[in-house]
């Protein structure tokens, strides 16, 4: 028997290359554009008939080719961007496989034209189906056309594999989009059927995401930026009042070149986290660049799939470059308390029946104690409470009722000051159904959760105590004892410096036990050994070593404990501290676990609802 092993024709196996590279015609589109980018086109023109069934046809003022090559380019593995096995590890091109042309070739009708500045007259060559058909010389602008008309002709089983028109279109729309989304100095132009449908000019990034994605998304996005010596990071995020429930835009670009990254998404969804809801998603244009050589883009034919060197070190930077500059631009649009129609304080009606204010003053109350006062007003507390209620005892409009611990220690002592001096210049909040605040601001009716909303004031406050190690520290009369168990006692031994910067104070007994001697002034009412251990189990649960999340964790569980519930009826002066501690906050909108704190009922819906 003879031997039975012999080599494939190469329009053999460029048929079977193309499966890999060219799957539908977004794949050529996309190959072809790069093409031209590598050629450094400034301008570049895409037309597409039959939703480039029927044609493709990509045009360039690059470099061109000159007769020779542009022969050669069809051969199989012919590129001009390799030269060794080296060059794989310094790549700054998109293409360098040498395998889409000759693909592409094998699989429809081709017809190039080109010139180089170099050159007087341009080439025109056809070739279908991996065969060459004629080449001729061709007066020519600069740069390169190449044209690809009935893709999949002698491949039927591929082309009953396409889907609709309509997926197709979308398909091409996708690859252009993330082609385009990295190059806004290159002028990009789409004539689909003789009418040109996507027109972008040269602009700055910002610009060219609002080109594609519609010009509202300019408010919405937040910059990013940060270098290192692993690379550099930049682009936009959403702010999280605009993530969404659907599908939202989520792009990596490494250099210059989209990927897909699981790993890096969880990086940014860990630094949206306690700012939007699970279900919801934040958009996000990121850019890294990193040095070509820590990077392998060869694991994948379609190059979405990328392996880095340093990816966890790169996971970290994106997180926290994000959360940073989502705490840094403060993450809601500004409010503007509308002063202008506000309701004023109710005025004293003399025909009304009025009795007597009730002052349910709480005996226990110390105002010495609040490390509030001391954080604030280190000298001394001059929290005049005698002189606030004298204020009030002329005033029946105001009710002060209940005064805790709790309510108490919202009150900064000067912005009380200042409420005293000037209480009519304060809108009049109104308190609805002991659960909300309503308050007018200039687009609407703004209604804040009390709860949630002093769950984020207290946790800002305890993340900053925690951070610079502020919190004051009551030592308790009778210490109790906390027992841990060995695991425990260990997840103790990490954060016990963040507790010590909140207020407790822990002195190890032996045998894991240890005595509460001191506790956070703010948490009075709460069980330590109960929020000890909670503590303890939330680092445990969160098992991570990033140090800001353990911190943030400890911060809201606190903060959920001694929150003001609801029910707890609020005073004006309340309130009006409330709402200025809060839009004080870098991120009030929301509590750090992503609920939402406060919504707004914009003035055109009110005035629809009264006509
Ligand atoms: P690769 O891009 O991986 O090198 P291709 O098959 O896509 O492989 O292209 C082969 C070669 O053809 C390129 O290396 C380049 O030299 C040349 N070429 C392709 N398209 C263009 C273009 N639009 N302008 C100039 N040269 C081009
Ligand atoms: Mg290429």
Not at 284 to 310: G, L
Not at 433 to 456: C, E, F, N, P
Not at 462 to 479: A, C, D, H, T
Request: negative net charge; aromatic residues 8%; glycine residues 4%.
């Amino acid at each position: 028997m003879s031997d039975i092993i012999h080599l494939l024709p190469d329009s053999i196996a460029n048929q079977i290359a193309a499966g890999e590279v060219i799957q539908r015609p977004a794949s050529v589109v996309k190959e072809l554009i790069e093409n031209s980018i590598d050629a450094n086109a400034k301008h570049i023109q895409i037309s597409i008939k039959g939703a480039g069934r029927t044609l493709i046809q990509v045009v360039d003022d690059g470099k061109g080719m000159s007769g020779t090559d542009a022969r050669m380019a069809f051969e199989r593995h012919a590129t001009s961007k390799i030269e060794k096995a080296d060059d794989l590890f310094a790549l700054t091109t998109l293409g360098f496989r040498g395998e889409a042309l000759p693909s592409i070739a094998a699989i429809s009708h081709v017809e190039v034209k080109s010139r180089r500045a170099e050159d007087e007259l341009g080439t025109l060559l056809f070739i279908s189906g991996s065969k060459f058909e004629k080449q001729e010389f061709v007066s020519s602008g600069i740069g390169t056309s190449i044209s690809v008309k009935n893709l999949f002709f002698n491949v039927p089983a591929r082309r009953k594999f396409l889907k609709s028109n309509e997926t197709e279109r979308r398909n091409i729309l996708s690859e252009l989009e993330r082609i385009a989304l990295v190059y806004p100095d290159i002028e990009f132009t789409l004539i689909e059927n003789d009418i040109e449908t996507i027109h972008l000019p040269i602009t700055g990034l910002k610009q060219r995401i609002a080109l594609l994605q519609g010009k509202n998304i300019i408010q919405q996005l937040i910059e990013i930026e940060e270098n290192t010596t692993l690379g550099r990071v930049y682009g936009y995020v959403s702010r999280p009042e605009f993530a969404k429930k659907r599908s939202a835009n989520q792009f990596f670009f490494v250099n210059n070149r989209y990927i897909r990254h699981s790993y890096f998404h969880r990086a940014v969804m860990t630094a949206f986290e306690q700012l939007i809801s699970p279900n919801e998603k934040p958009s996000y244009y990121i850019y890294i660049e990193v040095d070509p050589d820590s990077i392998d883009v060869n694991i994948h034919p379609t190059k979405t799939e990328v392996k880095f060197e340093n990816e966890q070190a790169l996971w970290q930077i994106l997180m926290v470059t994000i959360k940073e500059s989502l705490g840094r631009f403060n993450a809601v649009p500004s409010i503007v308390f509308d002063r202008s129609d506000a309701p004023e304080i109710p005025i004293y009606d003399p025909s009304r029946a009025s009795s007597m204010p009730k002052v349910n003053v709480d005996p226990s109350y110390n105002p010495f104690k609040t490390s509030y006062t001391e954080t604030h007003r280190p000298s001394a507390p001059s929290y005049d409470w005698e002189k606030l209620y004298e204020k009030f005892e002329n005033d029946t409009s105001l009710t002060v009722v209940n005064e805790s611990d709790t309510t108490a220690s919202l009150l900064s002592s000067n912005t009380v000051d200042a409420f005293v001096a000037d209480s009519e210049h304060y809108p009049e909040h109104y308190q609805y159904k002991h659960k909300y605040i309503l308050t007018s601001v200039k687009s609407g009716l703004m209604i804040i959760d009390q709860h949630k909303a002093h769950i984020r004031i207290l946790f800002d406050k305890y993340l900053e105590q925690i951070i610079n190690k502020r919190g004051i520290s009551q030592r308790v009369l009778f210490p109790e004892v906390i027992e841990l168990s060995a695991s425990e006692a260990v997840a103790l031994d990490s954060i016990n410096y963040d507790l010590e910067a909140l207020g407790f104070e822990l002195s190890n007994l032996g045998n894991n036990s240890y005595a509460i001697q001191g506790v956070p002034s703010e948490i009075d009412n709460n069980n330590p050994v109960q929020l000890i251990h909670s503590m303890i189990n939330i680092s445990i649960k969160t098992g991570s070593d990033v140090k800001l999340k353990i911190q943030e964790s400890i911060a809201l569980q606190l903060a959920r404990q001694t929150a003001i519930p609801y029910g707890r009826k609020l005073t004006a002066e309340e309130m009006v501290l409330f709402v200025s501690q809060l839009f004080a906050s870098p991120i009030p909108s929301y509590t750090p676990d992503g609920q939402r704190v406060l919504s707004l009922i914009p003035d055109d819906d009110i005035e629809k609802k009264m006509h």
